[in-house]
C-alpha cells in the first residue's frame, strides 16, 4: 500500500528522476539546500564523461556539469534498472553511472561505502533552475574559458566543510544503504562496469593526434 501511495504523488523535496529517452525512471528524495550541496563541476573527469556519453545538453559552454550530492540512500531506480551501466575512466576512478538506453548520466560514486552520491541534474525530470540550493561553481581551473558566476578554482574551504561536515552524518546515518548502485556486503558495484582504456581517455580529452 505504501508503494501505491508513494508513487501516486511525489513528496515535497523529493524529484522525480528520468533519463532522456523515458526507459529509465528513479526518485532522489529529501533534496534541500540544507540537506545537500548543489555544485557545478567544470573539472577535466566530469568533462571527459560526457564527452564519452556524447549526449547533448549535459555539458554547460564552459564545460561545466551540474550536480547535487546527496546520500545514496535517497536515490531509488524505479523503472528500466537493467539499463544502468557503469564506467571508470581509470582502474581507480570514480564510478561513473549511466543509462545505456540513451546515454543519459546518472551520478558519480568513490565506492560502495562512500556514503554520498553525485547526481547529475541531467538525469533530474525538472528544469535546473528548480535544483535547490545556490549552485557554487568547483574546478574552475578545467573550465573552457571563463566561466561566469561564483566558481572556485578547485573546491573552495566552505564547500569542503560543508562536504566533510554532511559526509560525517550521513556517515553515522548509514547514508550508503540502501544503494541502487553497489551491493554494499559484497563491496561491489551492482550493474556492468566498463573501464576506460588510456587511449580512449586521452582521445577523449583531445590530448591524441
Ligand atoms: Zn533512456
Ligand atoms: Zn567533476
Known sequence: MSQSTESASIQEGSFRLRCGCGDTEGVAKNVTPRSGAHVKCYCEDCQTFARFLDTSGILDEYGGTRIFQLPPARVQITKGRENVRCIRLSPNGTYRFYTDCCRTPIGNM?????????????????????????CRGVFGKDAIGDPPGDVAESIPAGVALKAAGLLLWWWLRRGHRPNAFFDVEEGEVAVPVDIMSLE???ELRGRSG
Open 110 to 134: 568513490k565506492g560502495p561505502r562512500f556514503p554520498f552520491i553525485g547526481l547529475i541534474c541531467a538525469f533530474m525530470d525538472t528544469d535546473e533552475s528548480e535544483v535547490p540550493g545556490k
Open 200 to 202: 580512449e581517455r586521452d
